[in-house]
Each structure stands twice: as structure tokens, then as C-alpha cells.
């Protein structure tokens, strides 16, 4: 496609993505050449050339309304490449020292002007999810950068022959281009005008690994109740300030519900600010802006997937019926699933075998939200790497080795789930804004809440049973209003933020059945049968002779698959990116071998899963029998994801109760993942 060229001229150039599947931008070029370069783009000097590549070319007048890109400053001197939301946009415009002519609505035009005023300095004021490319054509530098936690996808490259740099949102349109290419890391900031890349977002806890905090062996902390219920207080007000913000969207939006409790909580966060006549008191203009506009939506809408028959699409409907979203539900086939894989693997760039499996029913889910035309959806993507909600947590020898896991999971979400969350979703041009990664609320879960509070089990030394205890408890009213009497706290006042405390009105956030809901494993989510379903797959599509040559390095001898279904997934990506430059970008993510998990990432694959498995399905069985019985109401169509599960009996075909427990499975599907990242060298 055509795309405007920053140093002058139009330049060619193809995308070469499926319809829609490209972010906001498609690829900076970027040019240190000489002589030899510039003769050859047609201009007769010898000064370095930057050839800047967006997506679209708009003229200022078409700008106003649409937000299209790129976005320029006032006299086209600066030019911006933006994927992504700054939530604080109004509160930025406030701190501008200039008075700056915005020729645009978009949230991220703020970005041109304080560059303007402060140079690089300002990335650390942004407050969103995004990846941009500046270019500032009187200083002849650009600037690449990508949010704190790697939300929205970003790859840079570069060519030997020329020595030139590429930036991209997606891989696919720097392959063919470059020699090396690598997910550009989270919390970073490039400029060319000293070549490096720096890290901009350092919070405190990341220092905790080589601080060795908290010490091995220390004492559990002992809080007293008020200070207990300070802690649950600062959780609940950061957590609803998160998704408060993320409902700035003049579009229609809606929410992915499993049944669990990270995508209940959001939902019912998101159900309360919809119904606020006006915001509250303390609010920004920004929080401001968000309760207006997600006030204005009538109904919020909901969204969830699974095979048929799944207790996960069961908890969902028993969800959406407590918080009375309009609520969609989709089923799909394994036949189905397996008949995506290629296309989920193109969009996702991938062939690690966890975000594969999760990624697929997204994948399909997001197809059928969009054609709905809902552009936006929150999911609950990051809570069990905050909070150490998955199952091979259990197995964590202490709170220093388990505080210190869930750090190293936050730094890696960009090459798993965010990766999913962001790719399953802009194939089909929705959005997924994910809460639990805002930085507020990462603060105050990694530095206000001990790391011995996230223990559970027999380890726990609080005595807390089950996983992401502490969530839990700070959205329970009942049993906050219990702690409050005990503590002898009575009024507003007796806290330290007066919002910390639970007033005798205050409605439950969720009824027990769903806040208290036992924790079920990542893509097992989908139900077992789709695993299966996977693995069956995979011994037909590969051979044993294909795999002992795997086996014996004869083939993959980089980060060699280690299953017959990572050998399937890794001949699909090969066969699209044939290059040996975009292996790197992979990182495949399998539990911690050290604590004596299983290497397979499934949930059941750990020790943990099947006595509280056991407890659980049961009653969730049950319970789905029950709401198919009385007819519960819900929008079941064909094909979908965010939520999912499923039951041996709909295999589609595959083999029935192949192992005593595969059960029924039931997921977070808009945010639940496996187990911690490979040791294996990243962007």
C-alpha cells in the first residue's frame, strides 16, 4: 500500500498481513545509510536518509475526527506511528506548558507535544497500553517505544547488508526484510541518536530478585486487622481505578466472562461504574471522562466460549445472571479448533504449544464479538502472574521463591499472554484492554501486600486454603464488614482512605459461588477434550520416524520441540516464517522443572490440580446440569472464545474418559496461562 515517506516522496510498500490483522501501524524503515542509499531513493545527497512507513496517508483536514494515521504535530515536522490507549491523555494536555493546536481526538496526539516540551523524558508520564515510532525530521532522530508490560506488540529488525533498523507490530512484515529480529522489550525506550535502548519503567520490586527480598527465612509478617484491611482496601479502590479508565471508549465495548474470578471481578467492577450517575469526588478528569462515556452504553455485554457442555460456559451464564449483563454464549468443536491452528499461528507468530492452545478458541470467540460490532472488550489477563494463581505456584518452596517467580512471570507476559490477549483479539480488529496489568495496581500488589500473603495451601502461614486468597477477601463485603466489626473499625474515617471502608449498603461484588470459586487450570479451560483432541491430532500429522529425528537434533536444533503437538506447531510456523531470524521472538513457556512440576503445561500435568479438581467438578457438573435443565438464558451460537471449557463427551469425535480424571474443565479464559517462561535467551 501506499505510505508517506517522512523525508519526502510517496513509497511503496506492501503489508503483507490478512485484512485487519494489521495493528495501527505496519513498519518504520529506518535508514543510518550514506551515499549508496540515498542515490537509490532518488535523492542526490549524501546526508543519512529515515524513510518512515505507517499504515495510511490522511491529510490534516481528514485528521479531526478520525484519528487516522500517522499523527503530526502542528507544522508536520513530528510525526507519530501510535498502537495503543494513553488513559490519562486529559490530565497530560493539563500539564503542557505550551498552548498546543490539536488537530485530532485521539488520546494519543498528547504524545507529539510532550516529546515537543520534554524530549524523550515523557515516556514515564504515559498511563496506558501502547507501541509508537516518532519521528522528528528537524533533529533527523526517531524514537521507538513500548508500554511497561508489552499490552500491544512490538518487533524491531535489522539488515546487515545495509545496516539499517525496522520497527513493526507484527513479525510478519519485517521477515522477509531482516537478518535478526526481536519482540522489542516492554518498558523501553530507542532513539537514534544515541542507538541505544533504554529501560524507562523500573519499579522497586523489580530489584527484589537481587535484593533477595523478602529474606528466605524470615517470619511471616504479622498485621494487625486495621492494617489487614488497609491492604484489602488499597486492592479493591486500585483495582476499580484501573478498570475505571479502561472504559474510555466511544465505541461499543463489552467484557470477556469465564465464570472465574478475574473476568467476574472486571465485569462487575465494569457493571457498577456503568450504573454511576457521576463520578466520583476524588476522580480525575480523566476517571471523569471514562464513568461518562461508559455511562452512556445501556446494557453491558458479555462474552464466553467453550465446547458444549462445559461447566465453564455454565459459571459464566450463573455470573452474567448475578451482574445482569446481556450475555453471549458460543460453543465450538474440536474439529473446528484444529482447522484454525494455522490461522492462530500466523496471527500470533508463535508456536509455542501453551498460547497456541489458549490462543485458539480467543481467536474464534473474537471473530464473532467483532461481527457483532464490539470493538473493545476487558479481560483478566495478568492476575495469576500478580497473584500466583496457577497451580504450579503450590509448588513453590517459599514466599521468596514464589514472590520472585511472579515478577519474573509479569516481565515475560508480552511473550505469552499478552501476546495472545493482543494478537487473538486485532486479528479481528477488536481491543482487549487488560486491568490487571495497570501500574497503580501492580504497586500495590507487589510492594502492600506481603509475598507470604500469596502462599497457599499447607504453606500458607496465614492459613489461607485457597489460591489468590487476597483478591478474594478484598471484594468479599460480607466478610470485610465482619473484619471491620472485629478490628473496631466504624466509620469512613477510622482508615486511612476512607474509601477503604465497606459501608452497611455496599452490595456484594459477587455472589460466593463465583468470588470463591476453586481455581481451574489455564487451557485445560477449554476442557479436556480439546487437549486431547490436540494431541490425537498430532500423532496422525506427525510421524514417529519425523519425531525421533527431532529427538536425535537432526531437525529444530534451536529450542527443539519436545512433544509430537510442538513439532506440529513448529512445521506450521517454519512453513510461514522459514527464516532463521524469527526464532527468536519465540519464547515457550513450560513449569518449573526445579520445583518438581511436570514439563507438560497443562494443569493437569501438576500435583496440585487433581485432589482440588476433584473437590470441585462435581459440583460444577452439577451445577451445569441444573442451569441446562431450567433453561437458563443465554445466546448460544457456533464458534467462539474468551472463556471456555468443555467435557470429555464432546471430543468431537476423539476418544471418550481416556484417563480417569478428565473430567469436565473449566478456565479463566480471559486470563488464565501456563506455567513460567523457558530459560531461553529473550528480546
Known sequence: MPTAGAAGGIVPRACKSFPDSCSDFAALHLHSLGFATAARTGVASSRPRTTFYAMNVWRSSELANSGAQPLTNADDTVILAVNGEIYNHLSLRKQLKKNHEFKTHSDCEVILYLYEELGTDFVHLLDGMFSFILYDSKKDIYVAARDPIGITTLYQGWRYSDNSVWFASEMKSLHDECDRIIAFPPGHIYSSKTAETVQYYNPKWFAHPAEKFPQEDRAAPKQTLKEELEMYGALRTSLIASVKKRLMADVPFGVLLSGGLDSSL??????????????AADDDDDAKSAVVQASAWPRLHSFSIGLKGSPDLAAARRAADFLKTVHHEYTFTVEEGIDSINDVIWHLETYDVTTVRASTPMWLLSRKIKAMGVKMVLSGEGADEVYAGYLYFHAAPSAQALHHECISRIQNLHTSDCLRANKSTMAWGLEARVPFLDKAFLDVAMLQVPPERKLSGEKSPYGQKMEKHVVRMAFDVNRLRELQKKAGVTKPSDLSNPAYFVSETELPFLPDEILWRQKEQFSDGVGYSWIDGLKDHAEKVVSNVEF????????????????????????????????????????????????????????????????????????????????????????????????????????????????????????????????????????
Open 548 to 683: 525421533q529425528r527431532v529427538r536425535e537434533g537432526w531437525m529444530y536444533k534451536d529450542d527443539a520441540p519436545t512433544t509430537k503437538e510442538g513439532v506440529w506447531y513448529r512445521r506450521a510456523f517454519e512453513k510461514m516464517f522459514p527464516q532463521r531470524a524469527c526464532l527468536e521472538s519465540v519464547v515457550r513457556w513450560v513449569p518449573r522443572k526445579d520445583w518438581g512440576c511436570a514439563e507438560d503445561p497443562s494443569g493437569r500435568a501438576q500435583k496440585a490440580h487433581n485432589a482440588a479438581y476433584e473437590k470441585s467438578s462435581t459440583e460444577t457438573a452439577t451445577a451445569a446440569a441444573s442451569d441446562e435443565e431450567n433453561g437458563k438464558p443465554a445466546e448460544k451460537e457456533k464458534n467462539g472464545d474468551a472463556a471456555v471449557s468443555a467435557t470429555p463427551s464432546t471430543a468431537g469425535g476423539k476418544k471418550k474418559n481416556k484417563k480417569k480424571n478428565k473430567a469436565n474443565g473449566a478456565a479463566n479464559g480471559a486470563g488464565d496461562s501456563p506455567a513460567p517462561p523457558a530459560k531461553k535467551a529473550k528480546a
Open 266 to 279: 472486571t465485569s462487575s467492577i465494569a457493571m457498577r461504574i456503568m450504573s454511576q450517575e457521576s463520578s
